[in-house]
């Protein structure tokens, strides 16, 4: 920090009356009551997402380009989105806010587009455990759960008594799911969370000793088991959506009602499920001393009176049509889409506060997609948050 | 070369001989023919600048102060309403310190609207920290602002060059003009002290507090007093060039002159016609004409004065509810160190009356009989007034 310059004599006074050096400092962040925080809020899409999807974060990423990126961040939050992106209702595109200018923009064809690029991505994991976990069924809770506890350094074992992988989306017509797209899908969730999965097992469901000797954890799916199967006595129920904890050795899931039996448009909230599961699951295994990774995740809901739809330009014609278009979307027709998106409670690096900012205290915050308040001069004047078209910079009294 | 010129070609001719990069104007009669002539040579690439035309005086002004700040050699001119339309930042621009040279076209103030012959523009705008320059005649308005440019930049300060309207604007005179090349010799390209730099950022017109205010503001009257000896010496050096003199005061035939005539601008013509009239009839007069009014060239005053027993000034102004604006300047200079000298101040010639040898003689005699057709108005008499 400069410190101020004294002028001490005549001779010492520029002629020009110029500054001299900066005014850095002069803190005027003191002059502050109520201070800008920028941070992401859940855009009225995620909040609608069974899965709580951060859609406007991985659209974000496919408009500038890094569609890789994109497809990693949905995996973080959806391990199979090319089948979200053909059986789920999609309540997330009920709430988009677009539809206030023309119209929604049409996310289930984006995560369809996410999910059959023929890319593997780099997801974020943690170091290998010698934990183990055994996940009976394959169907879309026990598949998301075990996607999470691998990602989560667990050595998870799915097992399927069933010949085929996928539980209760096996039975679904080729029109919904294409058989490709449903063992392309469950594939790469076993790539990329290293998980073995075994098909035809031959489960003794009277000898559980046997299964609990192999795994810290047995986890019965039911997505993935048949509809009348009974779990067997020694399993303890849970149900994901409850706050309570995970305890013994065998889990067997209890669904709400609402969910069982299986839905196949009900999918994202299978996918919710499976990964609340997993953090119970490694709530109860982690060993002492291993730190739960924290979700990434905005908490608070974006003020819908923040967005200012007023300040974006309706979409061209083009992106008008072609949304009920049958099949998978190309590149140009999911950039194009990316770009609608008004990127609601999420930083997209508009930069609108950095223009705006009269004290320029409002910077790009480095490689990240982020700004950064200079809280030493920032005045609190509040005309970052104003300018703010969608709604991630709030004026908060920070004295409380 | 010789060429017959208006004063107000002569300006423009100035403006080009000194190399002007930004030009910053908004016409006015008189002073038109001026910002038309070099938006015709800036156009036609003579005159390698910069032409802004502005919606205002108060814009041209503030962008001349811009684009000096940015370590531009800049010019503008205007007239009258147009000056005092830039007001506001004629004292930014000096207070900012840039070495703007601005042409003045004396005209009368509104109202009631004229477009005559009139110092109450100018003069009005003395507290501005501007330097003032008044011109005699038209060779003195093209070497003025080639040595204003040299003066401005040495002291940094911005230097108004007037001129009578239509007695010099639209008057043809023939006049010598300089070569370029010697005038680039005695000029050099202006190399800005301290200016707008993205590599080496600050802020000009800064906000300053009572710590810094009154020494930046005693600064700026301590290099506006400098400025007298500055252009003295400039004006000397300009000589050395081209053989001609333009001092701060030019006295005439005051060796032993007991009445001193003292006037600004073109008036000094008939006034030393006057003075030789008079002195055939035996009266010991001589004159003096300010060229410089700000700073005040007290010391040439002193010199040209010191035997004189009678001052007359003639002003083509006023500063209503006191009296003409020379003539209280002429009296607080010789307050300090002559009690025993009177001053007669007359207002004459505002509004386009032409002050002549046949207007200021019988003036002077008023103020020596007491008896005369000017009528007394506070401390001055006006001339010109109906009964």
Redesign the interface.
Known sequence: MQTKIIIQSLSELPTMPTTIGTMAWNQTGDWRYVTPLVADKLAPCSQNCPAGIPIPRYLGAVNRGDIGGGLALLLAHNPLPGLTGRLCYHPCQTKCVRKKIDQTISIQKMERFLGDLATDVTIEKSEKTDRRVTVIGSGPLGLSCAFYLGCRGYRVVVLDPSSQVGGALVGLSPGKIEPQVLSNEINRLIRLADIRLETGAIIDFAKLGELTAKADLVILDPTGLPEDFSAPAGAVACNPFDAETVTGGIISVKLPQNLAPFKAPMIAHYIAAGRLLARKASDALRPAGLAQPSPDLPLQAVNIDNIKIERFPASGPAAETETKQEGTWDRERALQEAARCLSCGTCNLCLQCVSYCPDATIRPDGEKIAVAVDLDHCKGCGICAYECPRGVITMEDMSV | MKKVMMGTEAATMAAKLARVQVVSAYPITPQTVIVESLADIIGRGELKAKYMPVESEHTAMASCMGASMAGARTFTATSSQGLAYMHEMLHFTA????PVVMVNCNRALAAPWNLYCDHTDSLSQRDTGWIQYYCADAQDVLDAILIAYAVAEQA?LPVMINLDAFYLTHTSELLDVPDQETVDLFLPPYKA??KLDVDD??????V?GAD?FS??K??HQR?TLAVAGIWDQVAERYNSHFNRLHPTVEAYRIEDADLCIVGIGTAIGAIRQTVDRLREEGLKVGSLRLAMIRPFPLEGLKRATAKAKHVIVIDRDVSYGAEGIVAQEVKAGLFEHRGDVSVTGFVAGIGGNDVTVDTIIPLVRQAISGDGDAVEAGMSLWAEVLP
């Open positions: 207070g900012e310190r840039v940094l002290l301290s950022p600050k802020t000009f017109s800064i300053c810094l020494s930046i005693y600064k290099d």
